[in-house]
């Protein structure tokens, strides 16, 4: 079979690949990726299929921070998908905010099983054709989508668009990262949304919405009385992760970081689940 274009491209980008991976040298790696291996891999829409850790497969694109990542490193935040695999009830209700292309929300769908349901959060209409896509390759039925920015208030929003679809924001474009514009989107409180889905028992919640996480967190106060999920949520500095452990410390939630999280994501759980 004669190659495409596509896996030369891919071909040539083996030993960059390799000495990423493998290389102990941190200094210029950043630069090697965006400046060289980047405008070597195929172009969007061209996309490859990654195995998450509990055996499902997601498609991403090549060129996109989810993609490079993979394929640099051979995993992407695979820690954390484990350890929200491994508190998810089965038959019970994740809530994934930010799903993006179903990274997390397709090895929950698993999980919990027929009888259980993720609820994707995911405002972009591209992201959301995606994920339907990988939900729909892996076969599975038990993720419902809402194409809603969750938040604070009801109402509309303006979401900051990047030219990467993983890091659009009601906040600020993440640095580094260019803006591409910018949408108006419905938002709805957390709980609102779990209601009107029938307030199904949660027990595990994942929050990665570069920056507007304490607006997620202070519109889902009834089911963070209720339930009291495991939370797992990105805080990117110290003040970020000040302000999201000040919100859920009356609810009686401690934080910690388990061994092989990212250095920006914290598990945050109830004390008895904590210790």
């Known amino acids: 079979m004669r190659p495409t274009k596509q896996s030369v491209r891919v071909a040539m980008s083996l030993p960059i690949r390799i000495y990423l991976r493998r ?32 055996g499902s497969l997601v498609s ?10 993979t394929i640099t490193s051979g995993r992407f935040e695979d ?4 350890a929200l695999c491994e508190l998810a009830g089965r038959g019970s209700t994740a809530i994934d905010v930010g799903a993006n292309v179903g990274m997390m929300a397709i090895p929950l769908a698993r999980v919990v099983g027929r009888d259980g349901v993720v609820i994707a959060v995911e405002p972009l209409a591209e992201n959301v054709r995606r994920l339907q896509a990988n939900a729909a390759s892996n076969a599975l039925t038990n993720i419902v ?13 303006v979401l900051q668009v990047a030219e990467d679809a993983a ?5 600020s474009i993440s640095s580094g990262m260019s803006q591409a514009g ?4 419905e938002s709805l409180p957390l709980d609102k949304i779990w209601a009107d889905l029938g307030s199904r028992r949660v027990s595990v919640i994942k929050i990665d919405v570069e920056g507007a996480e304490a607006d997620v967190i202070r519109g889902a106060t009834q089911l963070l009385q209720r339930d009291h ?7 990117n500095t110290d ?27 914290h598990l945050f759980a109830i004390d008895e689940v904590a210790s």
Request: glycine content about 6%; hydrophobic content about 35%.
């Open 182 to 185: 910018e949408v108006s989107v």
């Open 229 to 235: 999920p495991v939370l797992m949520l990105e805080a």
């Open 167 to 171: 890091y659009g924001s009601t906040r």
């Open 60 to 69: 991403l694109r090549y060129r996109e921070v989810l993609g490079l990542t």
């Open 239 to 265: 003040r970020d992760l000040a302000v999201l452990t000040d919100l859920l410390r009356p609810y009686g939630y401690s934080e910690r970081q388990p061994q092989g999280f990212m250095p920006w994501n």
């Open 145 to 157: 989508v809402r194409q809603v920015a969750a938040s604070q208030h009801e109402g509309r929003i």
């Open 79 to 82: 820690a954390e998908c484990r």
């Open 23 to 54: 290389s102990p040298i941190r200094r210029g790696k950043r630069f090697i990726t965006i400046r060289i291996l980047k405008p070597m891999l195929p172009p969007p829409p061209s996309s490859f299929v990654t195995v998450r850790p509990d």
